[in-house]
């Protein structure tokens, strides 16, 4: 260093040290680049934070609608043209497929980190892996047993039982507009959707059973992400195993004989597998939205896709509802629209809440010296 010293004399030292600096700077930059890149996906608190910031409510509303219409044409083809008439069979499927992507994400390090086991007791997984295993089958057996109008009006009894059962059980309390705008909505997709009622005595046993575990199991998932720091794939990923041992037991249960002798040929299983990728979309988008959103919002979703595709089947199919089905489904949009606005309303209200704090904190800054002045804007950056 001494000859170069001599060489460039003091500019080049002030060079040197400069070029120094310079690097110093930049591998700091770098590295805390790094650390902001682990902490935002390797901590439950950056992982939901990152899930937040990209995957806001009507993003993930959005792409739950597409992923749902996407696998009623796969599980058309599956149970329709391919005949694999096993729907607990197929749920379980789904899930064994779902987690095998996940533990491969985990491999590659790309699932997001999970809370602290002490933050979430294993009771509560255990309770939402059987409710949700719960849900899933009975839904599927409905479907398959129940004329659609009769599986359509089920669906319909969620969202009440939705509304009583958060009451119920978090005090959680709806206002008067909401209440009537749930039932209007309810009351014309009914109207729009319910053109047949053939009563079937064990399908509307297992219609019955569906509407309380399809409830709790939206609620649960809401309320986990939303109170602790849950992403949707990390709480895929710990409720996943559970679900797919109770859809174990129920399959000889709920699935009529004869899955293991079906054809499994090629094309017959390349179609289930498209139909299981659909899956995990459809519970991953799920889980998105009702991490963004609300239980009642995500059924209010739900009934939102059956008008969509009725209107759409009208007017590019030319299907022919009936005149009456289609003003249910327009009184039904119609009423979903208000019921978003009025969510909207409730969230612009909280973010305004949010702010005040801050605003007053300027108001009441102190003014009588420079380090009175100091504190009073460490208080401002630590609200």
Not at 138 to 146: E, K, M
Not at 209 to 229: E, F, Y
Not at 322 to 350: D, H
Request: aromatic share 12%; proline share 4%; net charge positive.
């Amino acid at each position: 260093m001494g000859v170069w010293e001599s060489i460039l004399g003091k500019a080049g030292r002030r060079f040197v040290k400069r070029e120094d600096s310079d690097a110093g700077e930049n591998g700091q930059a770098l590295e805390q680049l790094q650390s902001s890149f682990y902490s935002d996906f390797h901590t439950s608190e950056g992982a939901k934070h990152q899930q937040q910031r990209l995957c806001g409510p009507f993003v993930a509303m959005t792409f739950n609608f597409i992923v749902a219409v996407g696998i009623i044409m796969a599980n058309k083809v599956v149970m329709g043209k391919v005949g694999f008439n096993f729907p607990v069979a197929l749920s379980l499927i789904h899930y064994v497929t779902s987690w095998l992507l996940m533990a491969i994400f985990k491999a590659l390090s790309l699932l997001p980190a999970s809370p602290p086991s002490k933050a979430t007791p294993f009771s509560s997984l255990f309770l939402l892996g059987a409710v949700m295993s719960l849900a899933t089958g009975l839904a599927n057996v409905s479907l398959q047993h129940n004329s659609v109008g009769f599986y359509q009006m089920a669906k319909i009894a969620v969202t009440p039982t939705i509304v009583l059962a958060e009451f119920m059980i978090f005090n959680k309390k709806v206002s008067i507009h909401k209440v009537i705008t749930l039932a209007i909505v309810s009351i014309s997709v009914a109207v729009a959707t319910v053109t047949d009622l053939e009563f079937n005595f064990f399908g509307a046993c297992v219609a019955l059973a569906w509407i309380v575990p399809g409830a709790i199991n939206k609620i649960l998932w809401s309320n986990m992400q939303q109170t602790g720091n849950w992403t949707a794939l990390a709480l895929m990923w710990k409720t996943s195993p559970i679900t797919i041992f109770f859809f174990v037991a129920l399959m000889p249960l709920l699935d009529p004989p004869g899955v293991l002798s079906f054809n499994w040929n090629w094309n017959n299983v390349a179609a289930i597998i498209i139909s299981a990728l659909f899956g995990f979309l459809l519970q991953w988008s799920g889980a998105l939205a009702l991490g963004a959103t609300s239980a009642t919002s995500h059924v209010v979703l739900g009934q939102f896709k059956t008008c969509v595709i009725m209107l759409g089947g009208y007017v590019f199919f030319n299907s022919d509802p009936g005149m009456i089905s289609l003003c249910g489904a327009v009184v039904a949009l119609s009423g979903m629209s208000f019921y978003t606005y009025l969510n909207m309303l409730k969230e612009s209200a909280a973010a305004s809440k949010k702010l005040l704090p801050k605003q007053n904190s300027f108001s009441l800054k102190p003014k009588s010296t420079m380090d009175d002045q100091k504190v009073g804007m460490d208080i401002v950056d630590s609200v």
